[in-house]
């Protein structure tokens, strides 16, 4: 049993070494220019693709297989490069969903152009020359490689430290960290300083990605997989902090390797919510500092809410008109599409909600949607019961979890409370996929279909319209309420709101619960809708669909939401239908829009009437 | 009714060994105007911070209106009536200059929680939150967006926003800092008028201000209290001249007017 153990706490120790050069290259990035780069995953991922390449055309041997390795590292390097000159450097002041947003754009561009140049199958490197074999430790076998990658984490660690340390151009690194105004004050080229650190970043995901090689297949799921934990041990870490990195991965490595052992059912809860606990207990991880400023809210200067402009309003009204009138007329196809459009409406409204007037940052927004499904669906399965009742109970589930998850949520603002959100998001992916037994794990919850009277699908149409569009202007009533000034006054100046005697707390986490609720609705209805629940319901891509209908449609208005969701629908619709290469196409609408259209499609129309009749509803 | 509403013992801040408030007594009579003056790094806006709960004391306990309000949070003690300004100007930006007021104003209905409420309800407050504007001589610009005004402006919306709790306790962070000449005068008349039937405490740096307005001032230096009593004493007190010149007090001589 003690030999045991010890193997599979060597082989943590393994894991966290590669889990920590991905990491350190996340916090790296995020001290100097402050981007959270979901791309970081596709880096390494790329990593692994290179150095498959790489080592598979150069000649056999130990010269062919270390140098393909660190030759796909720099390559990967040069390519962060790239991604940074062409998208980054552009966005640097931008809202820091907006980054993470572009990002997210680059991770779906390079799943796409992966699967073009290396095809969807698996591809199996080969072992490393001079550790092939393994090792007799009390008895057992362990892999030689994972001993070697077990010293390659603390190498890093202390030649990076050196680096940073016994260098000018480290010394520029960590002061940069500090205060990046005052290092540009200083007079250092800041263009520079930035891309060579996203290169050494960048570089690193790459060798994590590389030297993964002789031990796991290579394929087109890495870069998520990879992602997501390296954001909890930064995050846990400390941004910016690499020794915090060093001390999460080996946390978070120990903790899947032991997790396997006592509870391999949900290893995935266990390593969130070991994030969420070193989250409320210090909020800023474990040798994090706080940030410098206190971070502004999602939408950056944001006018007051005004009334919308009678063209506007008579559009709106013509559109209200049309969603009435002409279903009827339309085939089953295009009422499908319909009924999606009137529930991500209010999805994206809920995620506004919180977002625009609220302050606060969620990217794990989907968790509430696909409770509010699960909810639906498994009343339906397990009880038999009523379709009334699985939406009248999807609602409930998914507030009762904006209540709890969002005690922890709204204590954390900016890039902490974003990956907060996620976490417990990915929490709730996570018993949704590994819970087999009640919900069908990957296969999910199949047959729920409308009672006889709402079977009909123009039936079913009118009936998620009304309640998702009457849940939508509930949404915006709030703002207009004394409930919604308190809620935009503690997000302009905490401050003030807290001496008014306005408990910023309270009305954020009461915000909070509500968005959920509604996103709840909004899943009891695409549950419904769809007639199955999969855990694709609450994963991070339909967290990010909901934040692409909100920067889409602009989070500076309240229309803006609506015209998103509407938009995005259509549009994914289109490109799924007509494009092979999808994400690619989506990335690319992503890292334009955001380039191109910060304000969003409806920010964006508005400043163009503006220009035309002045100020609107002044 | 006792005749003081807010009192102190032996409040003390320290900040990782440094000590920035230390062993502070202060005792506000009711209904006066109490001011808190001293050079830069006194320990002023500690003290300030510490009596509005938006920093904790290292020791010592505060009490208000025979209450300790020591472990409070800042809304708690907002909703008790002492009511405190920004030496920053702390504005809603994205709010219009009626709504800034308004927020303020909603709170005498309770906690701001209801959500189902319609904006109607809150119109009633629009007259009220008018004649607080007309009174600190910014309703002209009540439908602007606050985060447009200008600093001084900015400065007399954060006053109407105050007077809108109606506190029975005013604290103003250096209401004038930064001020050009003319709008001090107003911002003084403006805190004479208001402090009819409450008690305020303001810190200030300006002396001019505290000269005109102060039935008591309390002097700190380093943390201390240094002197306390009305403007003619304390200005004529040697050791508070040597705290605000940096001098020995008896190669200065007293200033007549500062």
């Known amino acids: 049993m003690a030999e045991n153990l010890l193997l599979q706490a060597l082989s943590g120790l393994a894991s966290a070494s590669s889990l920590f050069l991905v990491a350190a290259g996340l916090t790296v990035i995020f001290g100097v220019t402050r981007i959270v780069n979901f791309a970081h995953g596709s880096l390494y991922m790329l990593g692994a693709y290179l150095a498959w390449t790489l080592v598979t055309a150069l000649p056999r041997g130990p010269l062919g297989f270390w140098g393909g390795v660190l030759g796909a590292a720099l390559l990967v390097g040069l390519i962060g490069v790239l991604v940074e000159v062409l998208l980054l450097r552009r966005i640097y002041r931008a809202p820091e969903l907006f980054q993470l947003l572009a990002t997210f754009g680059v991770v779906l561009i390079v799943q796409d152009l992966a699967l073009l140049v290396w095809g969807p199958q698996d591809l199996l490197g080969p072992r490393a020359p001079g550790l092939r074999g393994s090792v007799e430790i009390l008895g057992l076998r362990f892999p030689l490689y994972d001993l070697f990658l077990i010293a390659v984490g603390p190498a890093v ?63 087109l799921h890495m870069d998520l997989a990879i992602i997501v934990e390296a954001f909890v041990v930064v995050v846990v870490g400390g941004l910016g902090s690499l020794v915090g990195a060093f001390l999460a991965a080996l946390l978070i490595g120990e903790l899947h390797a032991f997790g396997i052992l006592v509870f391999p059912r949900i290893t995935l809860v266990l390593v969130f919510l070991v994030m969420a606990v070193v989250l409320v207990l210090r909020p800023h991880g474990l040798l994090g500092r706080p940030p410098e400023a206190p971070p502004a809210g999602a939408g950056g200067a944001e006018p007051p809410l005004r009334p919308a402009p009678p063209a506007l309003r008579r559009l709106g009204a013509a559109a209200l008109a049309a969603a009435v009138l002409l279903p009827p007329f339309a085939d089953a196809y295009a009422l499908s599409v319909l009924t999606e459009m009137a529930i991500f409406v209010l999805f994206a409204a809920s995620l506004h909600f919180i977002m625009g007037p609220g302050g ?14 699960y909810a639906a669906a498994l009343l339906a399965k397990w009880a038999a019961a009523p379709m009334a009742a699985g939406l009248l109970l999807a609602p409930f589930a998914a507030g009762l979890f904006g209540l709890l998850f969002g005690w922890f949520c709204v204590r954390l603002s900016g890039v902490y409370a974003a990956m907060l959100t996620l976490a417990f998001a990915q929490i709730a992916w996570s018993v949704a996929f590994q819970w087999v037994e009640v919900t069908g794990g990957d296969n999910g919850i199949l047959g729920v279909w409308p009672d006889a009277w709402a079977a009909d699908p123009l039936a079913y149409y009118y009936l998620t319209l009304a309640f998702c569009l009457g849940a939508t202007l509930l949404l915006r009533r709030v703002l207009h309420a004394p409930f919604g000034y308190a809620l935009r006054a503690q997000r302009d100046s905490p401050l003030r709101a807290e001496a008014l005697g306005v408990d910023a707390f309270q009305v954020r986490w009461l915000a909070f619960s509500l ?32 934040l692409l209908m909100v920067l889409l449609g602009g989070v500076r208005t309240l229309s803006g939401p609506i015209v998103g969701a509407i938009a995005f629908t259509g549009l994914q619709e289109q490109l799924m239908r007509l494009v092979e290469l999808w994400r690619l196409a989506l990335g690319a609408v992503i890292v334009a829009l955001v380039l191109f ?3 969003g499609l409806a920010g964006a129309a508005r400043a163009a009437y503006e220009r035309r009749h002045g100020p609107a509803g002044a | 009714m006792s005749d003081t509403i807010l009192e102190t013992e032996g409040l003390t801040k320290e900040f990782r060994g440094f000590v920035a408030v230390s062993d502070v007594d202060l005792r506000v009579r009711r209904g006066t105007i109490h001011g808190l003056i001293g050079p830069n790094g006194a320990g002023k806006t500690t003290c300030f911070n510490l009596l509005t709960k938006f920093l904790q004391p290292t020791r010592g306990t505060i009490r208000y209106d025979g209450r300790d309000i020591t472990g409070k949070k800042p809304a708690e003690v907002a909703r008790l009536g002492l009511v405190r300004s920004f030496q920053i100007s702390a504005v809603f930006p994205h709010l219009t200059v009626l709504e800034n007021v308004r927020v303020a104003l909603q709170r005498q209905r309770g906690g701001s929680f209801d959500f189902w409420r319609s904006e109607t309800l809150l119109r009633q407050y629009d007259d009220r939150a008018m004649a607080l504007l007309e009174d600190v001589g910014i309703a002209p610009y009540a439908h602007l967006q606050a985060g447009e005004l200008p600093y001084g402006r900015k400065r007399a919306l954060e006053i109407a926003t105050t007077l809108a709790l109606d506190p029975v306790m005013m604290l103003l962070d250096e209401p004038t800092a930064g001020m050009a000449h003319e709008d001090v005068d107003r911002i003084v008349a403006l805190v004479k008028r208001v402090s009819a039937g409450r008690t305020v405490l303001l810190v200030e740096h300006n002396l ?21 009593g009305d403007y003619a004493s304390v200005s004529r007190n040697p050791e508070v001249i040597a705290a605000y010149l940096g001098t020995e007090a008896d190669k200065v001589g007293v200033p007549q007017h500062v």
């Open chain 1, 597 to 599: 259209f910060p304000q």
């Open chain 1, 360 to 373: 606060m940052a969620s990217f794990g927004h989907a968790a509430y949607f696909g409770l509010g499904a």
């Open chain 1, 157 to 219: 660690l202390g030649l990076l430290l050196l680096l940073f340390h016994r260098t000018r151009w480290g010394t520029l690194v960590r002061a940069a960290t500090q205060d990046r105004e005052m290092v540009g004050a200083l007079g250092v080229n800041q263009r520079l300083l930035f891309t060579s650190v996203f290169f050494l970043g960048a570089c690193l995901a790459g060798l994590g990605g590389a030297l993964q090689l002789p031990r796991e297949s290579v394929n």
């Open chain 2, 208 to 228: 001019r201000v505290v000269a005109g307005l102060c039935d008591t001032i309390t002097v700190l230096t380093r943390g201390r209290v240094l002197a306390e």
């Open chain 1, 515 to 546: 968005a959920a609720l509604a996103a709840g609705i909004a899943g009891g209805f695409f549950a419904y809708a769809k007639g199955s629940v999969f855990p694709t319901a609450l994963s991070i891509p339909r967290s990010v669909d909901a």
